[in-house]
């Protein structure tokens, strides 16, 4: 297996996911707060969400959060080549591991990321439909707020799984492709990123109320 | 140029490579240790595999910098393996071999599949050897020898 993106698929996915526990269901705000008072407006929160989403559908990191049975890579998020499957772990099968290619850190003289416990995060945690669109930003945030999809996250264990998950670290650095040259960003910085999920988080993780 | 200690085949061997040099290389040229194959040299092939701490890995693309304390075992050393041992008689027994420039690395993959999976289905063959490819175009007789092997290991 091999090239771009995996990484930060699972854990990210997951923790950001948990962050919405709070609530339930549909729309905006309102949940987080009947636990705990939002000390920020919805329409920061919202706002906060937005760059969340711009980082989360980054093919850094959806390109392990498939409907499929593979992962993709690269920018165009193609199929993952070498005949890759996710496997019932998401880690890949018997002799063909994502362990086979990807190590512990990236593998820049050969073009190959890695990162510790290289994994695609579980189909629960899809943020693509079956035929690789994107999920909405309605439908995303409401999977990755839903208790019984993420991993059972809430609030600040999203945060803290966007802080610390080196696979969430890893779509920040995720090192070189095999001509040299820098695999793409997300659009934030990983020091931004963390500020808009505790911005979204506490505004009591709303989601948009349109696709 | 860095030092390093590497255990291939249950012996400590040292070589001085630069840290970005792919194992394989490492193998084939400092410790003349040519049955692992070079075929693609971006992991597409298969041909190179080793296992890493068991695990089936593309040598090809592991910098020897990330190897670690993790033991190698190469198609040199994987006969002294029970496992190892029967794939490579069922190997033999079923005739696999056309060219053989890729078997190592199907070898090993095989193997890796065989200690995961004792009865190992079509689907379960299909899926994990899918990374390994052969251009003379083996892969029947390499699925009825991975069950043969599985069957002597029962």
Same mark, same amino acid.
């Given at each position: 297996m091999v090239p771009s993106g995996r990484a930060f698929r699972g854990s990210s996915a997951v923790l950001i996911v948990i962050a919405c526990l709070a609530w339930s269901t549909s729309l905006s705000h309102a949940q987080g707060a009947s636990q705990k008072p939002a000390s920020t407006t919805s329409e920061a929160g919202l706002a906060a969400w937005q760059q969340v989403y711009s980082v989360l559908t980054h093919p850094r990191c959806i390109n392990c959060h498939t409907a499929t049975n593979h992962p993709e890579q690269g920018d165009d998020r193609h199929r993952h080549l070498f005949n890759v499957v996710r496997g019932p772990e998401g880690k890949g099968v018997p002799g063909l591991n994502c362990a086979t290619?990807? =190590? *512990? /850190?990236? /593998?820049d003289s050969t073009g190959v990321p890695g990162a510790h416990n290289w994994h695609l995060a579980p189909l629960s945690m899809k943020? =693509?439909? &079956? *035929?690789?669109?994107?999920? *909405? *930003?309605? /439908?995303?945030?409401q999977s990755? &707020?839903?208790r019984s999809k993420n991993g059972s996250l809430d609030g600040p264990a999203i945060l803290h799984h966007h802080q610390q998950e080196p696979l969430v670290l890893w779509a920040f650095q995720p090192g070189r492709r095999r001509d040299g040259t820098a695999r793409s960003l997300p659009p934030l910085t990983h020091e931004e990123f963390v500020s808009a999920t505790k911005t979204w988080i506490d505004a009591g993780t709303p989601c948009p109320q349109n696709p | 140029m860095q030092t %390093?200690?590497?255990t291939v085949n249950g012996q400590t061997r040292e070589v001085s490579v630069d840290p970005g040099t792919p194992l394989l290389w490492v193998l084939r040229e400092d410790l003349k240790m040519t049955g692992t194959k070079y075929g693609c040299g971006i992991s597409a092939c298969g041909a190179c595999t080793v296992h890493l701490a068991g695990v089936a890995t593309r040598s090809c693309v592991v910098p020897v910098s990330l190897v670690g304390d993790r033991p190698i075992v190469t198609i040199e050393g994987i006969g002294e393996d029970r496992v190892g041992r029967a794939v490579q008689d069922a190997w033999v027994s079923e005739d696999v071999v056309q060219c053989g420039y890729c078997q190592s690395g199907q070898i090993m993959s095989a193997v890796a599949l065989l200690k995961s999976r004792q009865k190992p289905s079509d689907e379960d063959i299909e899926e994990s050897m899918g990374g390994n490819i052969c251009r003379c175009g083996t %892969?029947?007789?390499?699925?009825k020898a991975i069950k043969t092997a599985a069957q002597q290991l029962a």
């Amino acid at each position: 297996m091999v090239p771009s993106g995996r990484a930060f698929r699972g854990s990210s996915a997951v923790l950001i996911v948990i962050a919405c526990l709070a609530w339930s269901t549909s729309l905006s705000h309102a949940q987080g707060a009947s636990q705990k008072p939002a000390s920020t407006t919805s329409e920061a929160g919202l706002a906060a969400w937005q760059q969340v989403y711009s980082v989360l559908t980054h093919p850094r990191c959806i390109n392990c959060h498939t409907a499929t049975n593979h992962p993709e890579q690269g920018d165009d998020r193609h199929r993952h080549l070498f005949n890759v499957v996710r496997g019932p772990e998401g880690k890949g099968v018997p002799g063909l591991n994502c362990a086979t290619c990807h =190590q *512990s /850190a990236n /593998a820049d003289s050969t073009g190959v990321p890695g990162a510790h416990n290289w994994h695609l995060a579980p189909l629960s945690m899809k943020w =693509q439909d &079956t *035929s690789d669109n994107i999920l *909405s *930003s309605k /439908a995303l945030c409401q999977s990755l &707020t839903d208790r019984s999809k993420n991993g059972s996250l809430d609030g600040p264990a999203i945060l803290h799984h966007h802080q610390q998950e080196p696979l969430v670290l890893w779509a920040f650095q995720p090192g070189r492709r095999r001509d040299g040259t820098a695999r793409s960003l997300p659009p934030l910085t990983h020091e931004e990123f963390v500020s808009a999920t505790k911005t979204w988080i506490d505004a009591g993780t709303p989601c948009p109320q349109n696709p | 140029m860095q030092t %390093y200690k590497l255990t291939v085949n249950g012996q400590t061997r040292e070589v001085s490579v630069d840290p970005g040099t792919p194992l394989l290389w490492v193998l084939r040229e400092d410790l003349k240790m040519t049955g692992t194959k070079y075929g693609c040299g971006i992991s597409a092939c298969g041909a190179c595999t080793v296992h890493l701490a068991g695990v089936a890995t593309r040598s090809c693309v592991v910098p020897v910098s990330l190897v670690g304390d993790r033991p190698i075992v190469t198609i040199e050393g994987i006969g002294e393996d029970r496992v190892g041992r029967a794939v490579q008689d069922a190997w033999v027994s079923e005739d696999v071999v056309q060219c053989g420039y890729c078997q190592s690395g199907q070898i090993m993959s095989a193997v890796a599949l065989l200690k995961s999976r004792q009865k190992p289905s079509d689907e379960d063959i299909e899926e994990s050897m899918g990374g390994n490819i052969c251009r003379c175009g083996t %892969y029947v007789r390499i699925r009825k020898a991975i069950k043969t092997a599985a069957q002597q290991l029962a």
